[in-house]
């Protein structure tokens, strides 16, 4: 066996090389016509069809409420805190959606989840779109933790476990009505951002998970994984940018609103992924070409800069 590890490692890459240099220039192509073909269909209409929204208290989620609300569609809106989702549900329906109902739940507790899940359908008797969106940061230095790495607990069960959860009940009801899901992972799963290890490590998580379950569902359920960039929020001004002193600094903080249509125009298109804002996806190519160089500008970024940022603070 060892010696066809050896033959596969002295052949097989020049063989790729080989091949990717015959068969990028037709694949692009085929993705050009592709998008062709995309722009001159219909793209899905969501009006009167039921989204379920995770973590649609504030941030990206509650804008994507008002988006699909934009649309006509029916909305189930999950997230902690009840009195935030009241007024996102009364602003929803202000601007559209004939029909939503909110349901306080924790998404890292299994049976919140099949609750928000049973809930909606027994409200709207279906399920059409689930997001997953909700999420939490802590920003810190791996050795920052000492002792208490217990405390990072909460950021895979909400970040990675919370969007299982609501997909493992919500499948069924997706299967019926051939729906979607919407998995917001982040930018994150691919660059490697110091002082967020085990935020970029569930990004990274719910990003592989939903790739896989891409591939056991076909064209049965439909799912567009989006990893957007900074992005204006609570998570990105009060969990990360303030934590690490750079929220004084002219970072490109796309607005919320932007993010939002993008990520439902992309899904009513039947994007698989969506990095947003797009000019992210170069430092997706960096990493692949120019890993060390990557590496170095983000210690230099997220590290030497806010320290000294702190050093002068003090």
């Known amino acids: 066996m060892d010696f066809i590890h050896d033959l596969l490692n002295i052949t097989l890459i020049p063989a790729t090389f080989f091949a990717f240099l015959l068969l990028v220039p037709p694949f692009y192509v085929f993705k050009f016509l592709s998008s062709l073909f995309k722009s001159s269909k219909t793209d899905e209409s969501v009006a009167g069809k039921v989204v379920l929204i995770t973590g649609a ?5 509650e804008e994507l409420a008002y988006e699909y609300a934009r649309r006509g569609a029916c909305l189930a809106l999950v997230a902690r805190r009840e009195d935030r989702l009241r007024s996102v549900l009364d602003k929803a329906l202000q601007l559209g959606s004939p029909d939503a109902i909110i349901i306080p739940a924790d998404v890292s507790n299994i049976q919140d989840s099949q609750k928000f899940v049973d809930k909606t359908i027994n409200h709207f008797g279906q399920l059409d779109h689930l997001v997953n969106n909700a999420g939490i940061m802590q920003a810190k230095l791996f050795e920052e933790y000492s002792d208490k790495l217990s405390d990072l607990a909460p950021i895979m069960d909400v970040n990675f476990w919370g969007s299982v959860y609501a997909a493992h009940f919500a499948v069924p009801h ?4 051939r729906g979607k899901i919407v998995v917001i992972s982040s930018t994150a799963a691919w660059y490697p951002t110091p002082r967020m ?13 939903f790739e896989t379950l891409r591939a056991e569902f076909g064209a049965d359920i439909r799912i567009t994984i989006v990893t957007p960039g900074f992005i204006k929020s609570e998570i990105v001004d009060h969990q990360f940018l303030s934590q690490i002193h750079m929220n004084t600094l002219p970072l490109p903080v796309e607005s919320t609103e932007r993010c939002a249509k993008a990520i439902v125009k992309s899904t009513c298109r039947g994007d698989i992924y969506r990095i947003e804002p797009s000019w992210m996806r ?7 070409y120019f890993a060390a160089a990557l590496e170095w500008c983000f210690h230099f970024l997220f590290v030497k800069i806010p320290a000294k940022v702190a050093k002068r603070n003090q």
Request: glycine share 10%.
């Open 57 to 61: 208290s504030s941030g990206i989620g």
């Open 174 to 177: 997706l299967r019926k009505s």
């Open 197 to 209: 290890s085990f935020y970029n490590a569930s990004k990274a998580a719910i990003l592989s998970f």
């Open 282 to 288: 170069t430092g997706v190519w960096t990493k692949w």
